[in-house]
């Protein structure tokens, strides 16, 4: 494959894709003559990997370089060390990769512009000033790919759906990864070294991400059907919102 398609397999633009290249994060392509580069789908999986450690684990690119190399981190994970914790895992927004122009993605999503800046406004997403123009953290960039994906599926405004509609999931998203994080820390505190629990944080978190969306799968399919039997009235929006439930 060339690397337009590379990109539409992936969802990572070009330009990170040279990035992993040049730190031989990924296989150098085939290349039949010098001018030619051809991708398999080991780079497909190569790519995913590396975005799954920098979306994920929040892994920065000398992190992920330095495990594939094989080395380590040494320490136990107490309070105190969340630090290095946080470096290995890189919770901090904006450290997966270069950033990636919102004109980039006007091509395959025309609102690209429109849905980041009203992402941005309920604070789900942060727009970055380049000299480029606006842009968006590669995890950023994916949140509007998705929106533009729902809205080919038809959750546009001819159903008055819009990003707006997302704000309750800014309170559920830390409400849960509040509870996660002090849960987590309370049980590795003293018993694990550092590079042991960024590898359990790294299966985890895929893990309990398709978990919990079986659960709200289940859920939906259940309050559809209470709705349709005139069984359920109220909207979550008048519910108790999770940063009002007990912890």
């Given at each position: 494959m060339k690397m337009r398609e590379l990109e539409d397999r992936t969802g990572v633009?070009?330009?990170?894709?040279?990035?992993?290249?040049?730190?031989?994060?990924?296989?150098?392509?085939?290349?039949?003559?010098?001018?030619?580069?051809?991708?398999?789908?080991?780079h497909v999986q190569a790519i995913l990997s590396v975005r799954r450690l920098q979306r994920e684990n929040r892994l920065t690119l000398a992190q992920i370089k330095a495990i594939i190399g094989g080395e380590g981190t040494e320490g136990r994970v107490e309070a105190?060390?969340?630090?290095?914790?946080?470096?290995?895992?890189?919770?901090?927004v904006g450290v997966d990769g270069p950033p990636v122009t919102i004109a980039s993605l006007l091509e395959r999503y025309p609102h690209a512009t429109e849905d980041a800046r009203t992402l941005a406004k309920i604070g789900i997403l942060d727009i970055i000033e380049t000299d480029q123009g606006e842009a968006l953290?590669?995890?950023?960039?994916?949140?509007?790919?998705?929106?533009?994906?729902?809205?080919?599926?038809?959750?546009?405004?001819?159903?008055?759906?819009?990003?707006?509609?997302?704000?309750?999931?800014?309170?559920?998203?830390?409400?849960?990864g509040r509870?996660?994080?002090?849960?987590?820390?309370?049980?590795?505190?003293?018993?694990?070294?550092?590079?042991?629990?960024?590898?359990?944080?790294?299966?985890?978190?895929?893990?309990?991400?398709?978990?919990?969306?079986?659960?709200?799968?289940?859920?939906?399919?259940?309050?559809?059907d209470a709705i349709r039997a005139g069984k359920e009235t109220d909207r979550p929006d008048e519910m108790v919102k999770p940063s009002s439930a007990q912890h």
């Open positions: 633009h070009r330009e990170t894709i040279r990035v992993y290249l040049r730190e031989g994060l990924i296989p150098a392509p085939e290349r039949p003559r010098k001018t030619v580069a051809d991708y398999g789908e080991e105190s060390a969340f630090d290095q914790l946080e470096q290995l895992v890189a919770h901090r953290s590669i995890t950023c960039a994916q949140l509007v790919r998705i929106w533009g994906d729902m809205r080919k599926a038809g959750f546009d405004q001819r159903l008055d759906y819009t990003p707006d509609i997302l704000g309750f999931y800014t309170e559920a998203a830390d409400f849960v509870w996660e994080a002090s849960t987590f820390m309370e049980r590795v505190d003293g018993h694990i070294d550092v590079a042991e629990a960024a590898t359990m944080v790294e299966h985890a978190l895929p893990l309990m991400l398709d978990f919990f969306g079986l659960m709200r799968q289940r859920a939906f399919f259940r309050h559809v």
